[in-house]
Structures are given as C-alpha cells and as structure tokens.
T-cell receptor, first 114, second 109 residues
Framework: EAGVAQSPRYKIIEKRQSVAFWCNPI?????LYWYQQILGQGPKLLIQ????????DSQLPKDRFSAERLKGVDSTLKIQPAKLEDSAVYLC????????????FGEGSWLTVV | SQQGEEDPQALSIQEGENATMNCSYK?????LQWYRQNSGRGLVHLIL?????REKHSGRLRVTLDTSKKSSSLLITASRAADTASYFC?????????FGAGTTVTVRA
C-alpha cells in the first residue's frame, strides 16, 4: 500500500515569497491533515479536511496560509507571503475517516525562509 | 497550544536498558496515542490506548494510562540503537489529535 506522498521535500525561499506544498493521501482515506512542526516542537494541526470540506482550520493563519482539497483527494497548502517564523516541516497525514484512530504521516516538506 | 507535555525532554540510555517517558494532558480524551519520529522523517504510529484501558502492550512497548491523573507513560524495554528517535504522545478527543512536544531518546551502543 502506498503511503502519504508529499512534495517538494525541501524548499528554501526568501521572506515575502510564496510557496506551495502538495500532498497525495493514502488511497481511500477521506480525512486529510496538514500539520506544522517547528524544530524541537510537536506537530501542530493547521487544517483538517473531511473529503473536500474543512473540519477544523482554527489554527491556520488565514492571512497568509491557504489550503484546498478540491476533489477530495490531493491537497495543496500555500503560504503567501512567507515569514521567517514559517520555517518548519509541513507534515501531511491521512486517516480512513474522521474518527480514524490511526493517522498515517508523509515524510514532510521542509521549509526554510531566509 | 499543545495538549500533552512529555517528560523528560531528552533521555540517553545504554543499549539493552529500558526507557520510560511520561505524558501529561489537560482535558478529557477518547484515547491517547504514541508516535515515533526518526530524524528527518515523518511520524509513525506506535500504539493506542483507549480512555477505558489502563495498560497495553505491543512487542517491547508498554503503555499505561491514568485518566484520574491525566497522565500516560511509555516504556520501551531492552532498547536498541534503532530506537533512537523522538517520541510523541497525542491525545484524541472526538475528532482532533493534539501532540505534545516530544521526548528525544538516544540509545548508546
């Protein structure tokens, strides 16, 4: 079974530039998550999708972050404009359903903002 | 803000020794989960314990849960070099999984 795919793995951008991360969840998984993990900290949920609807985006900085999951499969997370404090690993994860107790994580997209 | 807090922040042990880490949380939960993260990789689910369970085993892992104290512990027995990683507890309410800051475990050969 293929895991959660993410790209790019690494990205370095200057502050005020924009960046987009792509995620393809495990086939059949209805729930998709984007987490932000700053170095030395645990993952923080940015947004949770159930199919193509948003379940929770309470911790998403909506003035600069956006995410979409148009067809209920792939998802894109965008940051525009980026700030230095956005340097982090962006982890995509998926689970079978909203109640799914096991969440499967991708390898992450490492962002450095300089 | 993060739900769980792990203790200690870092742990260094000799191969073959046991490693114990603790997690405290603040609000009621449906279950508590432990994940492992190797350096530069994503998180891997290790074990889940439900709120009505007190202890669970999986291979060399033993998890306990005390809902009255809002705390959990993860024990790794007979540690190996490959156990070197960060370990995170995560608490689940109805739909949301919230992670602590993690314990970094180093197993010395």
């Amino acid at each position: 079974e293929a895991g959660v795919a993410q790209s790019p793995r690494y990205k370095i951008i200057e502050k005020r530039q924009s960046v987009a991360f792509w995620c393809n969840p495990i086939s059949g998984h209805a729930t998709l998550y984007w987490y932000q993990q700053i170095l030395g900290q645990g993952p923080k949920l940015l947004i949770q999708f159930q199919n193509n609807g948003v379940v929770d985006d309470s911790q998403l900085p909506k003035d600069r972050f956006s995410a979409e999951r148009l067809k209920g499969v792939d998802s894109t997370l965008k940051i525009q404009p980026a700030k230095l404090e956005d340097s982090a690993v962006y982890l995509c994860a998926s689970s079978f359903d909203r109640v799914g107790n096991t969440i499967y994580f991708g390898e992450g997209s490492w962002l450095t903002v300089v | 803000s993060q739900q769980g807090e792990e203790d200690p922040q870092a742990l260094s042990i000799q191969e073959g020794e046991n490693a114990t880490m603790n997690c405290s949380y603040k609000t009621s939960i449906n279950n508590l989960q432990w994940y492992r993260q190797n350096s530069g990789r994503g998180l891997v689910h290790l074990i889940l314990i439900r709120s009505n369970e007190r202890e669970k085993h999986s291979g060399r892992l033993r998890v306990t849960l005390d809902t009255s104290k809002k705390s959990s512990s993860l024990l790794i027995t007979a540690s190996r070099a490959a156990d070197t990683a960060s370990y995170f507890c995560a608490t689940k309410d109805d739909y949301k999984l919230s992670f602590g800051a993690g314990t970094t475990v180093t197993v010395r050969a």
